[in-house]
């Protein structure tokens, strides 16, 4: 089985302050980890994928695969980024499981 | 314009009267699912179909019915609805590949009375 946990149901910040978003998963294969994110009225959209090791709009997501972690990181939050950001899990048979999400707030 | 469109985006009914909700991508993926989103649950998927009459259970099917007639269209369909399918329901597809981006739908918000 599967899963993915977001230790956070909300999170506010100040501008220009840091942000980071947990991410715990468990599965015991090889796993591929997503960010997605959910602005205000929004449909979901991809933010990140653990395979690119790429920074998009300032975040960073880095694969722990010791501490089965995939915590989202941005060292200066701007109000564009209040969002709900889910951590996303597939697996072996492509199924995509979500955590809880975790609401961005930031305040100016 | 690639993408996933949901029908309708809200939706209002009453207790036991069957519904459609359909949901379209013009991508040629292979993978659909539906998903319905909780306050402090997350998404969590109803059904998944992997490809044209491929279809199984996801982790809260009970309920809900999918078919996949077609690679393009994958309704999903409550026979007699009840007020705990009250949600936000969303669509989404990806190819069958590595590392894929699964795309989504704007949501259908569902109200059973």
């Known amino acids: 089985a599967q899963r993915v946990t977001q230790p956070e149901k909300l999170l506010s910040v100040f501008k220009g302050a840091p942000v980071e978003l947990k991410c715990n998963y468990s599965y015991s294969g090889s796993p591929e980890l997503f960010w997605y994110v959910q602005y205000s009225r929004q449909r979901l959209q991809l933010l990140l994928r653990h395979i690119s090791r790429e920074s998009i709009k300032g975040f960073t997501a880095d694969l722990n695969k010791g501490e089965t972690s995939f915590h989202l990181k941005k060292p200066f939050a701007q109000e564009e980024d209040s969002a709900m950001y889910y951590c996303a899990l597939r697996g072996d048979d492509y199924k995509l499981s979500f955590g809880a999400g975790t609401t961005v707030t930031v305040r100016a | 314009e690639a993408q996933v469109t949901q029908n309708p985006r809200y939706l209002i009914t009453v207790t036991g009267k069957k519904l459609t909700v359909t949901c379209s991508q013009n991508m040629n993926h292979e993978y659909m699912s539906w998903y319905r989103q909780d306050p402090g649950l997350g998404l969590r998927q109803i059904y998944y179909s992997m490809n044209v009459e491929v279809t199984d259970k996801g982790d809260v099917p009970e309920g809900y019915k999918v078919s996949r007639k077609e690679k393009r269209n994958f309704p999903l369909i409550l026979e007699s609805p009840s007020p705990n399918q009250t949600s936000l329901y969303f669509c989404?597809?990806?190819?069958?590949?590595?590392?894929?981006?699964?795309?989504f739908g704007q949501g259908t918000r569902l109200t059973v009375v």
């Open positions: 989404a597809s990806s190819l069958l590949r590595e590392n894929t981006e699964a795309f």
